[in-house]
C-alpha cells in the first residue's frame, strides 16, 4: 500500500510517499525556520501563510521523487493535531482535496503518535515498546502495545524538553531553534563544570522550568564558559529522560525501547539512551535525525497502520489544535 502523508503542523511543510508503512519512496521538507527566526520563534500567521505558497510544490515533489504516479497512491495522511490552528489546516485541506478528486481514503493522523512511527521507517521494531517522545510542544513517554495502541505512561508537569532547551538558549543569547545549537556546543564543554538540579517528580512525569531557572541563576552569577554551561544542562536534561525511561521500562516490563522527536537528534541523548539501553540488554531504535524532527513520512506511516485497519475519515475531518494524546 503506498501512502501520500502531509505534515503543516507548526512550522515544516512537508509531503511524503511511504510504501507499507516502512519503505520511504521520498521525503520532501521545506523549513521554515529563516522566516521565523528574526522573531525568535514561530509566529502562527507567518507559518500558515508560509504553508499555502510552499504546499502546492512540496506535495508534487514528493510524487515526482517517488517516482510514482497519483493512481498509484492508495491513500492519503495528514497531521490535524496537535499543532498550529492556521497551519493544521492547510495540509488538511489539501490532503483532503487530492483524496476527494482521486477517490481515495482520507486519514488524519496524530502529531505525536507520527512521531513514534518515524521508527517503523526503514526498521524491523515491532509492538509492544516504550517511546519516549520529545519535542517542542511534548515530552511523553508512550506505552505502544500494538500499532493502533498508544497509552501515555508519564509527560511534562510544565515545559517540554525541546522548549527548555529553546528558553535556554534564548538566555545564552545563541538564536532559534536552541536545541541544535545547545547540542553543538555542548559537544566541546564540560558537563560536570555545574551540577544542575534534577526535578524529582513522581512516577514517570517530568518537570523542567525549575531547570531553567536554575540556568538563568548560573548565567546571571557564575562566569562559566557557555560551552560548560550548554553541556551541563544538557547533561541534566539528558539524564533524567533516560533515567524516567529505562525506569519505566523496569517496572512496567517493557523489552524494547523507541525515541522520537526533534530532541531526539541531540547527540548527548542518543549516545546516552543507547548506553543506557545497552547495558541493560534492551533493544534500541531511534529515528535517523532527519525524521526525528518534523516530516511527513512519519506521518504516511501511521496512516498507514490506520488505513491497513480499515480506519478511515470523511470530509468532515477537522483539525484539533490543543489535542492531546
Ligand atoms: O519534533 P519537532 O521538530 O517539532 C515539534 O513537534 O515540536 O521538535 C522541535 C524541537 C525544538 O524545540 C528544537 O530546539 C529541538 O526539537 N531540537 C533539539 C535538537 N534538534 C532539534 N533539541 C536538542 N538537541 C538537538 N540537536
Ligand atoms: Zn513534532
Known amino acids: ?38 522573531f525568535g520563534g514561530v509566529v502562527p ?21 517517488a517516482r510514482v504516479k497519483l493512481t498509484d497512491i492508495d491513500g492519503y495522511a495528514v497531521a490535524n493535531g496537535p499543532g498550529l490552528a492556521g497551519a ?23 502529531h505525536i503518535e507520527g512521531h513514534v512511527c518515524a521508527n517503523y521507517l526503514d526498521s524491523g521494531l515491532e509492538p509492544p515498546f516504550l517511546c519516549l517522545v520529545v519535542s517542542g510542544g511534548h515530552t511523553v513517554i508512550l506505552a505502544v502495545d500494538d500499532y493502533d495502541s498508544y497509552r501515555v505512561i508519564g509527560s511534562t508537569r510544565d515545559d517540554a524538553a525541546g522548549e527548555a532547551f529553546d528558553k535556554v538558549a534564548r538566555l545564552l543569547e545563541l538564536g ?3 536545541g541544535p545549537k545547545i547540542d553543538k556546543l555542548a559537544m566541546t564543554g564540560n ?21 531553567k531557572t536554575a540556568t538563568r541563576d548560573v548565567i546571571n552569577r557564575l562566569q562559566l564558559p557557555i ?18 525511561t529505562l525506569k519505566a521500562c523496569d517496572e512496567l516490563g517493557y523489552k524494547q525501547v523507541a ?28 529515528p535517523q535525525p532527519i525524521y526525528c524532527t518534523d516530516n511527513a513520512a512519519m506521518i504516511a506511516s501511521r496512516g498507514y497502520y490506520r488505513l491497513k ?10 483539525a484539533y489544535p490543543g489535542r492531546m494524546v
Open 191 to 211: 558537563p560536570e563544570a555545574h551540577h544542575f538540579p534534577r526535578a524529582r517528580v513522581d512516577g514517570f512525569d517530568f518537570s523542567f522550568s525549575g531547570l
Open 176 to 178: 532559534y531553534p536552541g
Open 309 to 318: 485497519d480499515g480506519i478511515s475519515d470523511g470530509m468532515e475531518l477537522n
Open 88 to 110: 493544521l489546516l492547510v495540509g488538511l485541506n489539501y490532503a483532503k482535496g487530492l483524496a476527494y478528486v482521486n477517490k481515495k481514503p482520507l486519514v488524519g493522523v496524530h
Open 227 to 244: 560551552e560548560d554551561i550548554a553541556a551541563s544542562f544538557q547533561q541534566a536534561v539528558v539524564d533524567v529522560l533516560v533515567g524516567k
Open 45 to 65: 500567521e507567518l507559518a500558515a501563510r508560509q504553508h499555502i505558497e510552499s504546499i502546492g510544490f512540496i506535495v508534487n515533489s514528493a510524487i515526482k521523487e
Open 1 to 38: 500500500m503506498i501512502v501520500l502523508g502531509i505534515e503543516t503542523s507548526c512550522d515544516e511543510t512537508a509531503a511524503s510517499v511511504v510504501k507499507d508503512g516502512r519503505l520511504v519512496l521520498s521525503n520532501i521538507i521545506a523549513s521554515q525556520v529563516e522566516l521565523h527566526a528574526p
Open 259 to 286: 525515541m522520537a522527536g526533534g530532541v531526539a537528534c541531540n547527540k548527548g541523548l542518543r549516545k546516552s539512551m543507547e548506553e543506557a539501553c545497552r547495558l541493560k540488554g534492551l533493544p534500541f531504535f531511534m
